[in-house]
């Protein structure tokens, strides 16, 4: 077992984590973080997807050790004050959203795409996007809700 | 402002877009264990030998099921014949089969244990090939079905003993001999479909317990409580309440969690154990758990030289792997809509499931339908470009209209499917006849549009019941088995409960499934929730509204017809003054302000078919859709590219459009994948392509640049407020729909096989070179 300090949702930890853990597995086992889900386990769904100092990121392939010095987001961080973020309030207007499996990590992923490109065309959100699926396809809805968080 | 046909707030959104909700494989319990499955690498074998003492004793294992734990149980299962066993018995019949189940302390321990399980195998003939699996001298996989139709619990389908055919349906009109005799021309075709997955992106997930009553309790990611809870009570012999069965929100389901999977096997384990255990599957366990039948499609079509069709047989092989499951239902719905929503005066329709040594199947978004809907809206397409007729035109002059008899001899009723036809076409910019003329020569990419409609059931008799509490303060919840995987079936209940009982929708809840709280469904499938226990729903609720208003009339000295109930309060119409509160009729009735009220409705809708004549009442509803499509092909590379997609679902009345039309965006995507690049791929039964980084879903990159969702409301008169289905509608004529498009791009060369994947474009027209 190694022992990492890392920062989860703004708050400083130290965590005790397996070599080979995933980051994904010590959210959810260790942190109770159950917002972060595991679809394909192989980086390449989307579900999965936290903010690692600002960047998104498969958490189901990264190792729990490579967060040690680093601050990770997981979709939990986004409304700790009770009021929710401008992207979890336009996939709720636009209603980007069906079953909710993969909301958290498009949500996180959406995050990621508007501090890169904080006016992205609609070709910049599908291809940023394209590695977060949605298999109920509410992917107009969650183009609709990118559009007016760039204009705004 | 009435509720209904408003887009509220999806129940569950908040928590949906906080990561708050907590779906099957989030649940903690305590002392709770991990489960892994020893799986069969072979596709066909005898079992030896299966000895778990080893892998009993490593540390952390806390419990192994294999068959020996099977004594005293009825040892097999399944929603229409009894041939899935717990664990595997005396043989193994897919690549992926569980042989054992193991609970350990952690998901690790488990899997480093399952190496110590011993088995032995001794390999049998195997068949993967769905026509070769349906000849007599093909290997069997059901030998015991060589004497005894023992186990085979529903009785509307054909059984075939013997072979690999396990069930046979069957349906004609008129008569097909003098049909063809009559035709000026024949077409004569076959159309395949591969296995597709369901590609919910939650995997199938489970935690059961037995409490110390002898109580079974399970969670479960299902579409299915009822069933579920059916099926486990009859495997442990138990009465059912002693299975309880708890449903969270699905993380999508479109077909794949209709029915017991992971349960059975799981609650054993749980039993041997004596703690809770959970079991999640990996993404790879998915692909060997359940996926859409492949299928193969012979089409026969005669007809006269001015376009009148007058002749069509139908034959259907539908392939359901190693365990029936819902194969005998998938193939019966799809036979009698296999020659289309179209008046043909000569039919014989004819459809088999056949058993395979392929990992199990089960019902997927469309059942049965997009396999023949596939076929003969491409077969539409053929005929009008041979005959030289607009492909529109053709439709429009076949297609059922509202109280025409059907194949099955039942009138149809409410039947929007020309307006569907109709507005599909016109959104695309339907041209006519020159939507068929030849591309412009010397450019590589091209371009077609084409139109594809559909006619599906929603499968009938079946039961939906529900029941409504009005608390003294003027809240209510709904207790229904309805599962809400995405769809907002309870979004759109509490929109029918508030509207019937004059509340506010924030003053509406709706509970999860729990059987021992909430009250039987059949199941959230079949697109049949929103008719059946949204009349459950509207009638419990309306033996409430029916107390308040008798006590209201008493109270106000008004006749009933003269009150309404309205914004949480029964008034004399026309006269705001006089009104009573809901805490006020509670004083009134109860002579206090707590308490509740009940309502309770048990929906059940009547007909069925008759096996042997494929003659009846087939649905409680049909419902029907159109699908119309523009591609972009690149004759060089053979990469067909989406340009726009127009689905118009007829959904009788939207009781919340936003959510019909995301239900419609979803499946033109599911269709849409499985037109141009889904597929499953097995190498002697082995599943080669079980990731998402082989097998691919649409992306976000793959979502058309245009689509439009148009609803047709052709209100129904027995549905809610008017409503029908709608979950399944717009999918299965995507496929044929972007098929006639790529036909019409490349000037009728057409791909019969799906997924129209570029190489195969690259063929035909390679093909087409030669053959000048």
Same mark, same amino acid.
């Given at each position: 077992?190694?022992?990492?300090?890392?920062?989860?949702?703004?708050?400083?930890?130290?965590?005790?984590?397996?070599?080979?853990?995933?980051?994904?597995?010590?959210?959810?086992?260790?942190?109770?973080?159950?917002?972060?889900?595991?679809?394909?386990?192989?980086?390449?769904?989307?579900?999965?997807?936290?903010?690692?100092?600002?960047?998104?990121?498969?958490?189901?392939?990264?190792?729990?050790?490579?967060? =040690?010095?680093?601050?990770?987001? !997981?979709?939990?961080?986004?409304?700790?004050?009770?009021?929710?973020?401008?992207?979890?309030?336009?996939?709720?207007?636009?209603?980007?959203?069906?079953?909710?499996?993969?909301?958290?990590?498009?949500?996180?992923?959406?995050?990621?795409?508007?501090?890169?490109?904080?006016?992205?065309?609609? =070709?910049? !959100?599908?291809?940023?996007?394209?590695?977060?699926?949605?298999?109920?396809?509410?992917?107009?809805?969650?183009? =609709?809700?990118?559009?007016?968080?760039?204009?705004? | 402002?009435?509720?209904?046909?408003?887009?509220?707030?999806?129940?569950?959104?908040?928590?949906?877009?906080?990561?708050?909700?907590?779906?099957?494989?989030?649940?903690?319990?305590?002392?709770?264990?991990?489960?892994?499955?020893?799986?069969?690498?072979?596709?066909?074998?005898?079992?030896?030998?299966?000895?778990?003492?080893?892998?009993?004793?490593?540390?952390?294992?806390?419990?192994?099921?294999?068959?020996?734990?099977?004594?005293?149980?009825?040892?097999?299962?399944?929603?229409?014949?009894?041939?899935?066993?717990?664990?595997?018995?005396?043989?193994?019949?897919?690549?992926?089969?569980?042989?054992?189940?193991?609970?350990?302390?952690?998901?690790?321990?488990?899997?480093?244990?399952?190496?110590?399980?011993?088995?032995?195998?001794?390999?049998?003939?195997?068949?993967?090939?769905?026509?070769?699996?349906?000849?007599?001298?093909?290997?069997?996989?059901?030998?015991?079905?060589?004497?005894?139709?023992?186990?085979?619990?529903?009785?509307?389908?054909?059984?075939?003993?013997?072979?690999?055919?396990?069930?046979?349906?069957?349906?004609?009109? $008129?008569?097909?001999?003098?049909?063809?005799?009559?035709?000026?021309?024949?077409?004569?075709?076959?159309?395949?479909?591969?296995?597709?997955?369901?590609?919910?992106?939650?995997?199938?997930?489970?935690?059961?317990?037995?409490?110390? %009553?002898?109580?079974?309790?399970?969670?479960?990611?299902?579409?299915?409580?009822?069933?579920?809870?059916?099926?486990?009570?009859?495997?442990?012999?138990?009465?059912?309440?002693?299975?309880?069965?708890?449903?969270?929100?699905?993380?999508?389901?479109?077909?794949?969690?209709?029915?017991?999977?992971?349960?059975?096997?799981?609650?054993?384990?749980?039993?041997?154990?004596?703690?809770?255990?959970?079991?999640?599957?990996?993404?790879?366990?998915?692909?060997?758990?359940?996926?859409?039948?492949?299928?193969?499609?012979?089409?026969?079509?005669?007809?006269?030289?001015?376009?009148?069709?007058?002749?069509?047989?139908?034959?259907?092989?539908?392939?359901?792997?190693?365990?029936?499951?819902?194969?005998?239902?998938?193939?019966?719905?799809?036979?009698?809509?296999? %020659?289309?929503?179209?008046? @043909?005066?000569?039919?014989?329709?004819?459809?088999?499931?056949?058993?395979?040594?392929?990992?199990?199947?089960?019902?997927?978004?469309?059942?049965?339908?997009?396999?023949?809907?596939?076929?003969?809206?491409?077969?539409?397409?053929?005929?009008?470009?041979?005959?030289?007729?607009?492909?529109?035109?053709?439709?429009?002059?076949?297609?059922?209209?509202?109280?025409?008899?059907?194949? &099955?001899?039942?009138?149809?009723?409410?039947?929007?499917?020309?307006?569907?036809?109709?507005?599909?076409?016109?959104? @695309?910019?339907?041209?006519?006849?020159?939507? /068929?003329?030849?591309?412009?020569?010397?450019?590589?990419?091209?371009?077609?549009?084409?139109?594809?409609?559909?006619?599906?059931?929603?499968?009938?008799?079946?039961?939906?019941?529900? /029941?409504?509490?009005?608390?003294?303060?003027?809240?209510?919840?709904?207790?229904?088995?309805?599962?809400?995987?995405?769809?907002?079936?309870?979004?759109?209940?509490?929109?029918?409960?508030?509207?019937?009982? $004059?509340?506010?929708?924030?003053?509406?809840?709706?509970?999860?499934?729990?059987?021992?709280?909430?009250?039987?469904?059949?199941?959230?499938?079949?697109?049949?929730?929103?008719?059946?226990?949204?009349?459950?729903?509207?009638?419990?609720?309306?033996?409430?509204?029916?107390?308040?208003?008798?006590?209201?009339?008493?109270?106000?000295?008004?006749?009933?017809?003269?009150?309404?109930?309205?914004?949480?309060?029964?008034?004399?119409?026309?006269?705001?003054?006089?009104?009573?509160?809901?805490?006020?009729?509670?004083?009134?009735?109860?002579?206090?302000?707590?308490?509740?009220?009940?309502?309770?409705?048990?929906?059940?809708?009547?007909?069925?078919?008759?096996?042997?004549?494929?003659?009846?009442?087939?649905?409680?509803?049909?419902?029907?859709?159109?699908?119309?499509?523009?591609?972009?092909?690149?004759?060089?590379?053979?990469?067909?590219?989406?340009?726009?997609?127009?689905?118009?679902?007829?959904?009788?009345?939207?009781?919340?459009?936003?959510?019909? $039309?995301?239900?419609?965006?979803?499946?033109?995507?599911?269709?849409?994948?499985?037109?141009?690049?889904?597929?499953?791929?097995?190498?002697?039964?082995?599943? @080669?392509?079980?990731?998402?980084?082989?097998?691919?879903?649409?992306?976000?990159?793959?979502?058309?640049?245009?689509?439009?969702?148009?609803?047709?409301? &052709?209100?129904?008169?027995?549905?809610?407020?008017?409503?029908?289905?709608?979950?399944?509608?717009?999918?299965?004529?995507?496929?044929?729909?972007?098929?006639?498009?790529?036909?019409?791009?490349?000037?009728?060369?057409?791909?019969?096989?799906?997924?129209?994947?570029?190489?195969?474009?690259?063929?035909?027209?390679?093909?087409?070179?030669?053959?000048?």
């Amino acid at each position: 077992m190694l022992t990492i300090s890392t920062t989860i949702n703004g708050s400083p930890q130290d965590l005790t984590v397996r070599p080979n853990q995933t980051l994904l597995e010590c959210l959810r086992d260790d942190l109770s973080l159950k917002g972060s889900v595991e679809g394909c386990g192989v980086g390449v769904c989307g579900s999965c997807t936290v903010l690692v100092d600002g960047r998104p990121v498969s958490s189901c392939l990264m190792l729990a050790t490579n967060a =040690a010095g680093k601050a990770v987001t !997981t979709i939990e961080g986004l409304s700790q004050s009770g009021e929710l973020d401008p992207v979890q309030k336009a996939f709720l207007k636009h209603q980007a959203f069906q079953c909710g499996y993969c909301t958290p990590g498009m949500i996180m992923a959406v995050k990621g795409l508007l501090a890169n490109h904080p006016h992205p065309t609609e =070709a910049q !959100t599908r291809d940023y996007l394209s590695g977060n699926l949605c298999r109920c396809g509410t992917y107009a809805e969650v183009m =609709a809700a990118v559009k007016e968080l760039a204009e705004e | 402002m009435s509720l209904i046909g408003t887009d509220v707030t999806m129940v569950g959104g908040i928590a949906k877009v906080t990561g708050a909700i907590n779906y099957a494989p989030d649940l903690v319990l305590p002392r709770m264990l991990h489960a892994k499955a020893l799986r069969s690498p072979y596709p066909h074998a005898k079992l030896l030998r299966v000895d778990a003492s080893k892998a009993e004793k490593y540390p952390g294992v806390v419990a192994v099921v294999t068959r020996d734990d099977l004594t005293g149980l009825n040892p097999y299962f399944g929603p229409v014949v009894d041939d899935q066993p717990v664990v595997a018995t005396d043989r193994v019949r897919h690549v992926g089969e569980v042989v054992a189940l193991l609970a350990a302390e952690s998901r690790e321990i488990a899997e480093e244990a399952l190496d110590l399980i011993q088995v032995e195998y001794e390999e049998l003939p195997a068949v993967f090939d769905l026509l070769e699996a349906a000849k007599p001298d093909a290997p069997v996989l059901h030998a015991q079905r060589n004497e005894t139709n023992a186990g085979v619990h529903r009785e509307e389908f054909n059984f075939e003993l013997g072979g690999n055919v396990c069930s046979v349906f069957r349906v004609e009109d $008129g008569n097909i001999e003098k049909g063809f005799q009559e035709a000026d021309e024949i077409f004569d075709n076959t159309y395949t479909l591969p296995p597709v997955q369901h590609g919910h992106i939650e995997p199938h997930a489970a935690t059961a317990y037995w409490e110390p %009553s002898g109580k079974l309790v399970v969670h479960s990611a299902s579409q299915n409580p009822s069933g579920v809870q059916e099926q486990l009570a009859q495997i442990f012999k138990l009465p059912e309440n002693q299975v309880r069965v708890i449903v969270p929100p699905l993380g999508g389901g479109y077909g794949g969690k209709t029915h017991a999977r992971l349960e059975p096997a799981l609650a054993l384990l749980a039993r041997k154990a004596r703690r809770p255990v959970q079991w999640v599957l990996t993404r790879d366990e998915v692909f060997l758990t359940g996926r859409r039948y492949g299928a193969v499609v012979k089409i026969k079509t005669g007809v006269k030289r001015d376009g009148t069709i007058i002749a069509r047989e139908v034959q259907v092989f539908y392939e359901i792997g190693a365990y029936a499951l819902n194969g005998p239902v998938n193939a019966k719905t799809g036979c009698y809509v296999s %020659s289309g929503p179209y008046n @043909i005066p000569n039919r014989s329709l004819s459809t088999y499931s056949v058993y395979t040594n392929l990992p199990p199947t089960g019902p997927f978004r469309g059942v049965g339908v997009s396999h023949v809907c596939w076929a003969y809206e491409s077969e539409m397409d053929d005929i009008a470009r041979r005959l030289g007729l607009d492909p529109l035109a053709l439709r429009l002059r076949h297609l059922v209209k509202e109280g025409d008899v059907f194949v &099955t001899g039942e009138k149809l009723v409410s039947v929007g499917i020309t307006d569907c036809l109709q507005r599909a076409a016109a959104a @695309i910019g339907w041209k006519g006849k020159e939507e /068929q003329s030849a591309p412009p020569a010397g450019k590589d990419v091209v371009r077609g549009k084409g139109l594809a409609v559909t006619i599906k059931s929603t499968t009938t008799p079946t039961t939906s019941s529900a /029941q409504v509490r009005l608390n003294a303060d003027g809240s209510a919840i709904l207790l229904t088995s309805s599962v809400d995987m995405g769809q907002g079936a309870l979004t759109s209940l509490a929109q029918i409960v508030g509207d019937e009982l $004059g509340l506010p929708f924030e003053k509406v809840s709706v509970s999860f499934p729990d059987t021992d709280i909430t009250p039987y469904d059949k199941s959230s499938s079949s697109s049949r929730t929103t008719f059946h226990m949204g009349q459950a729903a509207q009638k419990a609720a309306g033996e409430i509204r029916n107390q308040l208003l008798e006590v209201g009339a008493k109270k106000l000295e008004a006749r009933i017809e003269d009150l309404e109930l309205r914004d949480g309060a029964v008034s004399v119409r026309g006269v705001p003054d006089r009104r009573l509160s809901i805490t006020d009729i509670f004083k009134a009735r109860f002579g206090s302000s707590v308490g509740s009220m009940f309502g309770g409705y048990c929906f059940k809708t009547e007909g069925g078919l008759n096996a042997r004549t494929g003659k009846g009442k087939a649905a409680a509803f049909w419902f029907f859709s159109a699908c119309a499509a523009e591609v972009e092909v690149d004759r060089e590379t053979g990469k067909t590219r989406v340009l726009r997609i127009v689905t118009a679902v007829d959904a009788g009345k939207a009781i919340h459009p936003k959510q019909c $039309g995301l239900q419609n965006e979803g499946s033109m995507l599911s269709g849409m994948g499985s037109a141009l690049f889904e597929e499953m791929v097995y190498d002697n039964g082995q599943p @080669i392509n079980s990731s998402f980084l082989e097998y691919m879903l649409p992306s976000m990159e793959d979502h058309p640049a245009e689509f439009h969702s148009i609803l047709v409301e &052709t209100p129904h008169p027995k549905g809610p407020h008017g409503a029908k289905g709608v979950g399944e509608a717009a999918l299965p004529p995507v496929a044929p729909a972007i098929g006639n498009a790529i036909a019409n791009a490349l000037g009728g060369i057409r791909c019969r096989d799906l997924p129209i994947k570029p190489d195969k474009i690259v063929a035909m027209l390679d093909a087409l070179k030669e053959s000048r």
